[in-house]
């Protein structure tokens, strides 16, 4: 099970990008997970009803979460005690964590990037305690999956789906939605 995680605020594109592309891919099951409620609105306005909320994620199904970033959005995930939970689980279960924008900021101020590769929407750098800061769209270091903002987030989706699904998955993902690069 994919998680996306979804607080008042957040950067819609940067959800449902990834949201779109696993759907895409029948072999994945992913669910949007609204933080306060069902309906979450983003911070360009647009609400979104999301599949379940916070209190019906169950861990030990979990794969993946994804933290989009936007403000406010992502300092509403960060103070959410159930978000650290997923967050904590994941880290210790070797299961990935996707984090996009400003939600690399997230894992920065939990120490997760000690020694490891990551980006982050410009500014946010030294949030990242301890990263090596790259200059990409995404940067994948073990089970940790960053990315720099809105505009990369088809890049993004598709790191994920390769990293779900396989290349071949992605490459065909690729096509289907007529991306170039």
Known sequence: MIYIFLANGFEETEALTPLDYFRR????????VGISSKNIVGGHG?????????????????????????????????????????????ALNDKYIAAICAAPS??????MLNGKKAVCYPGFEQELYGAQIMDEAVCVDDNIITSKGAGTANQFAF???????????????????QWQE
């Not at 379940?52 to 406010?72: N, S």
Request: overall charge negative.
């Open 46 to 90: 647009i609400k979104v009803e999301c599949d379940i909320t916070i209190d019906e994620v169950d861990l030990d199904e979990t794969d993946m979460i994804v933290l989009p970033g936007g403000m406010p959005g992502t300092l509403n995930l960060e103070t959410s005690e159930h978000v650290q939970e997923a967050i904590d689980y994941c």
């Open 106 to 111: 997230i894992l920065g101020h939990k120490n």
């Open 159 to 177: 790191e994920l789906v390769k990293i779900l699904c396989g290349e071949k998955r992605a490459e065909f993902l690729k096509a289907a939605v």
């Open 25 to 32: 891919c029948e072999e994945l099951t992913v669910k949007s």
